[in-house]
């Protein structure tokens, strides 16, 4: 896939980079990065030359048909893993357990905090939990990475991606070693998450929005569903206000005629 994928990919876009010398040549680490566009995870693995595991979820790998077996393999095939989101905690806990296992075979692990694509381009708050208590199960470094414009790519509605050339930040590793044994702590948890969500705001330069992602995209659709309905019930005001102004304009010229047919007959 870094043949068939990422070199196109680099030939096409010829993304920049910056620090790649901060990922070590073996041994495990935790790639946290900022998520702007879903291309994200096709860029960051490509300019790399270790094999990096994202996580997806698991429809992605067993829908039926031959579009589903081909989708499930090309998913296999750039690294990214399944997720059963169904169960009482869902996709936290199989991420949890699916980074653990990947870190201890001394692999590359990449996670986005903010556990969703930004709606608009701001830097969201991290989600603790998944890389904090991943990062501390292991022991494993953090390297904190910015993927810069790569949502100008592609934005939403556009069809054919636009060629320019996206960045990418990487970081120096992050040591959590002091905080080993404490990955049940949520004060910990947040400490963590936040001091790695600082590092990426120092690389990606994005305006930091004290709010989880999720919750901004439920107010946006929120919003837009607010906004739809109040320009639905404008257009029915005004249909209303129309349709009795015509009714009015129509009695007026009726009364009219009769007033005239009264005058006619008048002798």
Known sequence: MKVAIGGPLKLAFRPWVEG?????????????????SFSDSFFLPAVLDRKVT????A???????VKGRLTAAFFKGVGQLPVDRSGARGAGEAAIRSGIEVLERGELF???????????GRLYRGKPGGLARVA???GAPVIPVAMIDTEKIQPPGQVMPKL????????KPLDFSRYQGMEHDRFVLRAVTDEVMYEIMKLSGQEYVDMYATAMKRQLTEAAKAE?????????????????QAEKLKAAMEQADREQDGRRSDP
């Open 59 to 65: 429809e992605y790998f067993t829908t039926p048909g």
């Open 54 to 57: 994202f996580i997806a979820k």
């Open 136 to 138: 501390l199960a292991t």
């Open 110 to 120: 990449g996670i986005y905090p903010e556990g969703t694509r930004s709606p608009d």
């Open 164 to 171: 320019m050339k996206p960045g990418i930040r990487i970081g």
């Open 20 to 36: 790649l010398e901060n990922v070590p040549a073996e041994g495990p680490a935790v790639l946290a990065s900022n998520h702007l």
């Open 228 to 244: 739809k309905e109040a320009e639905k019930a404008a257009k029915a005001a005004l249909a209303r206000a129309e349709k009795e």
